[in-house]
Nanobody, 129 residues
Framework: QLRLVESGGGLVQPGGSLRLSCTAP???????IGWFRQAPGKEREGVAC????????YYTTSVKGRATISRDYAKNTAYLEMENLKPEDTAIYLC???????????????????????WGQGTQVTVAS
């Protein structure tokens, strides 16, 4: 039963960059972590996921090369760094944690969101000039 809190969103110029943070009050070191996003009128989609060991990552095609997911176990925090942001990146970004997932590709590609253990409330990212 994790409580996740996202931060770092805001208004960013096209081509800009930002770093989103996902933090928990207790350790989530044994949980895989995922960043998802949802824009109005669109389905929620996985952006980037990282294994509980931190040794495997997965990125959706649209952000590959522009995004980096990482985690800091000492701070109970996971990050999503994005650069060269585009208007189509505009969405609310949410983080999720799952302790039973063994395949992070499956985690990021899932549409069965209820199977994931915990979600934050999200942070809004708006890319516009």
């Amino acid at each position: 039963q994790l409580r996740l809190v996202e931060s770092g969103g805001g208004l960013v110029q096209p081509g800009g960059s930002l770093r989103l943070s996902c933090t928990a009050p207790t350790s989530f070191s044994r949980y895989a972590i995922g960043w998802f996003r949802q824009a109005p009128g669109k389905e929620r989609e996985g952006v980037a996921c990282i294994s509980w060991r931190g040794d495997n990552t997965y990125y959706t095609t649209s952000v590959k090369g522009r995004a980096t997911i990482s985690r800091d176990y000492a701070k109970n925090t996971a990050y999503l760094e994005m650069e060269n942001l585009k208007p189509e990146d505009t969405a609310i970004y949410l983080c999720t944690a799952e302790e039973r997932i063994t395949n992070i590709r499956d985690m990021c590609e899932t549409t069965a969101f209820h199977v994931l253990d915990a979600w934050g409330q999200g942070t809004q990212v708006t890319v516009a000039s």
